[in-house]
């Protein structure tokens, strides 16, 4: 959310896109990685959601406001 904010008026909006859904999935399959941590599709679903629900806040507030 702070992302957004710091990039709202800027061009680098689409990359700043990219890159929460690029490191959600990064970080979800580092934990096939480190042995405590275990990979669950949810999470990574949660992610996406998470992502999703920024971008959408994101492109409604452009529209109406």
């Not at 702070?2 to 061009?11: E, P, Q, R």
């Not at 990359?15 to 949810?42: A, K, N």
Request: glycine letters at 4%.
């Amino acid at each position: 959310f702070f992302g957004i904010l710091a990039y709202y008026k800027s061009s680098h909006i689409k990359f700043l896109f990219i890159y929460l859904i690029l490191i959600s999935i990064i970080l979800e399959l580092i934990h096939l990685i480190i042995p405590i941590r275990v990979f669950q599709l949810q999470d990574l679903f949660g992610n996406f959601i998470g992502v999703i629900l920024i971008i959408s806040i994101y492109f409604i507030k452009n529209e109406f406001f």
